[in-house]
């Protein structure tokens, strides 16, 4: 799997990498063959599908990318405890 890294135009740094969904059904439509994933540590985007090249775009090809890209929520690595709102202590 490739990863790069990207500086946006505002200074930020964004890793970049292909995410493939295990059960394509469970995803939307434009997912299903796989996302584009970016993340800058304080937000997470995601473009589907996977375009074609992207690992040899000019960093400035993936800057258009990344901006039609949509806000994507975090999730949890594997292992990490989650809140539990039920608990009243």
Request: charge should be neutral.
């Amino acid at each position: 799997m490739a990863i790069r890294e990207l500086i946006d135009e505002n200074g930020v740094v964004w890793r970049v990498w292909t995410t493939i969904p295990s059960n394509r059904r469970s995803v939307p439509a434009d997912f299903r063959d796989g996302w584009l994933c970016f993340d800058s540590g304080d937000e997470r985007r995601r473009l589907g599908p996977i375009p074609r090249d992207w690992e040899r775009m000019t960093d400035e090809r993936l800057r258009l990318v990344l901006r039609m890209s949509t806000p994507s929520r975090r999730t949890p690595a594997e292992g990490t405890p989650r809140p539990n709102y039920d608990d009243d202590t």
